[in-house]
């Protein structure tokens, strides 16, 4: 019987339709993957960074990771932009030849990063059984030959892949269900039996990932025989922490792996496609970004290094910003221990030695007594004391400090370079969503709101407290720049707390808005007219401006009396009146009544608006209409949660409670500062419906242009 013959012609072009049955919240979606792309990038670039510049790291382990972090930035690179480009811009568009390279080295780096696992997993196996033995063991010439196998081995496997592939016939179907080419995604396509495809692949991952994961567990089963072994408990956990790093790599490399592989090929129909497609986008750059911070964390001598690196880099920063100045020469371990001594306080001239002569501006005074009253701090966990004024004594000089000196986070100074990292990036999601979203506005006359107008006035509100906190704390985290002059001080404390006051009033309005949107749709128009709305806005600078301006004028009346350090990330009013040497009670009782009788009673009023609102829901007959109702409320609720949340507790235990640990404090205040400004356009982007479709219709317009 004669074979039916089929039309056989190579596919031109490829559709990748990103995550089917998700689309219109591909938008939203592309701003975690951007946010981790950005982090893999930027980790595991700092990593390959320190790994060639320090020759101390220059060791079997480290070179290993050095392979790992460049397998991770290629593999991240090869998948995510085109990600991106079909989530911002609607490119699905890809050259056939494309897909498969992307394709191959998708598979390529899968199987050669396995390969550095394991070779890394018997890097740790001689270090703790043979540790006598594991320089001569792992020589450079050895891990060389380790590298090139593991790329041998892979372009072995995966070039006879591709050439299977390519023997397929192929007869009109394009679209693949997906962000990325993967193997059984582009055989699918073809119109002949892709039996052989299925399992050449998967003998391929089970001899190539499967005999890893084998050795890598009989590795650590000798591991953890040898070390339970050990007679000192200290020496058992010191081994099993150098092992702990490796662990949870593994873990995050294989186990969405092997879910990808198994669940394409036998549990297609069983799994919804969303979930497939987007566990193997986040096997694409999960473990990218997170292996250098896992790495940096649980390694001593990369944590070490990098701090170092940035040490190195202070020094060469322009008169001002540095804290200490070595001279040529000096060495690491000298150029630490100094810094270290500095920042704890020590006298330079008994401590500091060749250095005490060198210092751009002294170090931090000692510790004062603190002021027995009832706002006295107890020491945290966490590090430091908040800093109390010296007792108060008669006749004191009194003047105005020229600057202050902001020391950052008390306690995790070690840690501000990586504290920076996930600040600035949502530093960054704040600028893009903010402005976005008042261009959106501003440009779209259908967007000419009530509600829309009063996001608007919170886009700003979001961007000045964001704005006026986060680059000064960046500063600190990056290159030591803490000082602060008392009349800068006073203005970003001025205009914290103003954008906190008026963003209040601005929440309390789109509660007001809400509540007549619900329980009288009738009137809205009439009601939330646009001078209305300009009334409102004027009415927001204008309470946030009487009730900050005596602030400042209390904080000027204070006589300061030397003591200028301040455990922050920047200037607030209560830690600005604590350097003050005399009685704050003024202070104090102004700033707890003016929070009450503005947040405090904004919150009132808020919490009364949506009582009225969910009895008025509640009474619709229909259920549909219930829910769209309590949609509308949704994105509102959010908000005014993680604003007034974190800035309530900032508030109370700044006052009255004094034994939180001084970190938590301050890691609280700067999310305060930063998470609602990024996530405000986000939450009222997938909530808000006009606002989406103008989105949609915008990124549509865009990669209509780019196509």
Not at 292 to 305: L, M, N, S
Not at 659 to 666: D, E, K, L
């Amino acid at each position: 019987m004669a074979a039916v013959n089929h039309t056989r012609f190579q596919i031109v072009n490829c559709i990748l339709v990103g995550v089917q049955g998700m689309e219109e919240a591909h938008p939203w979606l592309s701003v975690p993957f951007c946010t981790m792309f950005l982090l893999a990038l930027l980790g595991n670039g700092l990593l390959l960074f320190v790994i060639l510049k320090e020759r101390s790291l220059h060791q079997p382990m480290f070179f290993f990771l050095a392979m790992l972090a460049s397998s991770d930035l290629v593999l991240c690179t090869t998948t995510m932009p085109k990600t991106l480009s079909i989530f911002w811009f609607d490119a699905k568009e890809i050259a056939f030849e494309a897909c498969v390279t992307q394709m191959f080295i998708i598979h390529f780096l899968f199987v050669a990063e396995s390969a550095i696992l394991l070779a890394m997993a018997y890097d740790r196996y001689v270090a703790i059984c043979h540790p006598l033995q594991y320089s001569t063991v792992l020589t450079p010439s050895r891990i060389a030959k380790i590298a090139v196998a593991a790329a041998v081995r892979a372009f072995c496997l995966m070039a006879s892949l591709t050439f299977l592939l390519l023997r397929l016939p192929f007869c009109g179907p394009n679209v693949i269900s997906h962000t990325f080419c993967e193997h059984m995604g582009i055989a699918r396509l073809a119109c002949a039996d892709i039996t052989l495809n299925i399992w050449y692949g998967l003998t391929v991952a089970l001899l190539t990932t499967g005999v890893d994961t084998v050795f890598i567990t009989n590795s650590y089963v000798l591991i953890l025989r040898a070390v339970f072994r050990l007679p000192s408990r200290d020496a058992r956990a010191k081994a099993l922490s150098t092992c702990g790093s490796h662990i949870c790599v593994i873990l995050m490399f294989y186990v969405p792996a092997f879910f990808s592989i198994f669940a394409y090929r036998f549990a297609v129909n069983s799994i919804p496609r969303p979930v497939h497609i987007l566990l193997a986008n986040l096997f694409a750059v999960v473990p990218p970004m997170l292996n250098p911070i896992v790495y940096g964390v649980k390694t001593k001598q990369i944590r070490d290094r990098v701090g170092v690196v940035f040490l190195q880099a202070r020094k060469q920063e322009p008169p001002g910003s540095p804290l200490l100045a070595f001279p040529a020469g000096t060495q690491d371990d000298e150029r630490r221990s100094a810094f270290q001594l500095w920042s704890s306080g020590s006298s330079p001239s008994s401590s500091l030695g060749p250095w005490s002569s060198r210092l751009l501006f002294p170090p931090p005074p000692p510790p004062q007594p603190p002021l027995p009253s009832l706002l006295q701090d107890q020491p945290g966990a966490c590090g430091l004391p908040m800093p109390m004024p010296p007792p108060m004594a008669p006749n004191h000089s009194s003047f105005e400090p020229i600057t202050f000196v902001l020391t950052g986070i008390p306690g995790m100074e070690e840690s501000h370079t990586w504290i920076s990292v996930p600040f600035c990036l949502m530093y960054a999601l704040a600028l893009v969503g903010n402005v976005a979203l008042l261009l959106l506005i501003a440009t779209d006359r259908t967007l000419r709101q009530p509600m829309c107008l009063f996001l608007a006035m919170l886009s700003v509100a979001d961007l000045t407290l964001s704005t006026v906190t986060v680059p000064e704390m960046l500063a600190i985290f990056w290159f030591g720049s803490r000082k602060v002059s008392f009349d800068g001080c006073i203005a970003q404390m001025f205009f914290t707390h103003f954008s906190f006051i008026a963003e209040s009033t601005i929440l309390l309005a789109m509660a007001f808005d809400r509540y007549v949107a619900i329980c009288d749709p009738l009137r809205y128009l009439m009601i939330l007219t646009p001078s209305m709305i300009g009334k409102v806005a004027v009415a927001a600078l204008v309470r946030g401006s009487c009730i900050m301006f005596p602030a400042i004028f209390l904080l000027k009346r204070l006589p300061y009396c030397g003591h200028s350090t301040m455990q922050h990330t920047y200037c607030e009013h209560m830690g600005i009146a604590r350097l003050a040497c005399a009685d704050i009670t003024v202070n104090i009782w102004y700033g707890f009544t003016t929070t009450l009788l503005s947040s405090g009673l904004d919150v009132v009023l808020i919490a009364l608006s949506y009582v009225v609102i969910l009895r008025a829901v509640f009474r619709l007959p229909s259920k549909e209409a219930r829910l769209k109702a309590l949609r509308t409320c949704g994105s509102h609720l959010g908000v005014i949660l993680m604003f007034y949340l974190p800035a309530f507790f900032s508030f109370l235990t700044h006052r009255f409670v004094h034994n939180v640990p001084s970190c938590i404090h301050i890691l609280l205040a700067n999310l305060y500062v930063i998470v609602p400004p990024m996530l405000n356009p986000i939450v009222y982007g997938v909530r808000t419906r006009q606002i989406r479709k103008r989105v949609l219709h915008m990124f549509s317009r865009v990669g209509g242009m780019c196509c």
